[in-house]
């Protein structure tokens, strides 16, 4: 049985084996669960923050849409898709998904589809904040995120 997506944007850290164990927990027909975090880096000590903005409803909205669209395309049990915004310190946590499902390629399906539309499609901004203390630049988009999510299509 497919439970409903559970979707968040949140400025506090998530906990994986806590949203793992809420997921799953008493759902004995999940075969697979595939996890994927996104953690902020340092770029080689360039950087001492990453600073994310979202615009509030819209980017739950279509994290839900995309969720949805995983769910049916691959029959998932259940997908968690956790966003943080605020300033986030290198090793910390940007970005959880987890999907779950009877069998692992719908897993590792459902979760790169949910990744790859995300980093394209829900409206996050990402602003660094450079370690030498000089104003950082806004994080352009990429050809590759581009790339990866046509496959998709």
Not at 81 to 96: D, M, Q, S, W
Request: glycine share 8%.
């Amino acid at each position: 049985m497919t439970e409903a997506p559970l979707i968040r944007v949140q400025m506090q850290d998530f906990d994986l084996q806590s949203e793992i164990d809420a997921l799953t927990r008493g759902r004995t027909g999940i075969g697979a669960v595939v996890t994927f975090t996104g953690l902020c880096r340092d770029e080689q000590g360039a950087l001492s923050a990453l600073e994310l903005e979202h615009y509030p409803g819209m980017a739950e909205a279509e994290m839900q849409r995309i969720a949805d669209l995983a769910i049916e395309r691959f029959s998932l049990q259940g997908l968690t898709a956790i966003h943080r915004y605020g300033k986030i310190a290198p090793g910390e946590n940007i970005v959880l998904v987890i999907a779950a499902a009877p069998h692992r390629q719908a897993a590792f399906d459902g979760a790169s589809l949910m990744m790859d539309y995300l980093k394209t499609s829900a409206p996050f901004w990402k602003k660094e904040h450079k370690a030498d203390g000089t104003a950082g630049d806004w994080v352009s988009a990429k050809d590759a995120d581009d790339r990866a999510r046509e496959k998709w299509r």
